[in-house]
């Protein structure tokens, strides 16, 4: 069984003009454990809401959505941030770290949600991306790219067994990108976690192997099998 299997999933939004539009429809999609998978697809394609029902942040109009044996789709809101919490870890393309905690107590809040605190872990965490001297810096204190390293060690804190990236580059100039997306998929083997990255930057997708284009209108996941 796939670490994350995705089944006519649909999830449609109104519009300002009254007008209720789809924005996801898509037959199959799975990702295998331990698996680096990256999506191609312009702005305003769904990837983000794509990502978000992943999460469990939003729920699908229809379909199924198995993530480490749970359906997802059919879960409590209580139940979904619990599975959340535990399971997936999530970096944001605006990293969403919160401005008046440090560097650690951002990862270890993120700790808070799921298994509980473990202060060693986060400064491992944070020594292992290279912010063994920012402990106690505040994000304002830090460059985007000193942020999007603290986004990556909360989003493994809790031992997830997937990672869903979005655009984890889009705020970072070339030779950040670069090394941020190394760090992101280093970490993610180091750490036994699949990881699935939306973006589209044909230099970041050039780093996969498998890239599968993303049109959630259009029901066109290329999924591999």
Same mark, same amino acid.
């Given at each position: ?153 909360? +989003? ?8 869903? +990236? ?27 976690? +699949?990881?699935?990255?939306v973006s589209h930057d044909r230099d970041v997708l050039g780093e996969f192997e498998d890239v599968r284009e993303f049109a959630g209108l259009n029901r066109a996941v290329n999924d591999r099998p």
């Amino acid at each position: 069984m796939s670490l994350l299997e995705v089944a006519d999933l649909k999830k449609s939004f109104t519009a300002p003009d009254g007008i209720r539009r789809t924005i996801i429809d898509i037959p199959h999609f799975a990702v295998e454990a331990r698996q680096q998978v990256a999506l191609k697809g312009e702005s305003g394609s769904g990837k983000t809401t794509f990502l978000n029902l992943l999460a469990g942040i939003l729920r699908p109009d229809a379909g199924r959505i198995r993530l480490a044996g749970s359906d997802v789709a059919s879960l409590s809101e209580s139940a979904r941030d619990r599975l959340r919490a535990t399971t997936v870890g999530y970096i944001f393309q605006t990293f969403n770290l919160l401005q008046g905690h440090t560097c650690l107590e951002n990862v270890l809040l993120g700790m808070a949600f799921g298994p509980g605190e473990d202060r060693a872990r986060a400064v491992a965490l944070l020594e292992r991306v290279g912010l063994r001297d920012h402990l106690a810096h505040r994000p304002r204190q830090l460059s985007t790219g000193q942020q999007q390293r603290v986004a990556v060690a909360r +989003a493994l804190a809790n031992r997830p067994r997937l990672v869903l +990236a979005d655009e984890p580059t889009g705020n970072l100039d070339h030779a950040s990108a670069r090394e941020a997306l190394r760090l992101i998929r280093e970490t993610c083997r180091e750490n036994d976690a +699949a990881l699935l990255l939306v973006s589209h930057d044909r230099d970041v997708l050039g780093e996969f192997e498998d890239v599968r284009e993303f049109a959630g209108l259009n029901r066109a996941v290329n999924d591999r099998p």
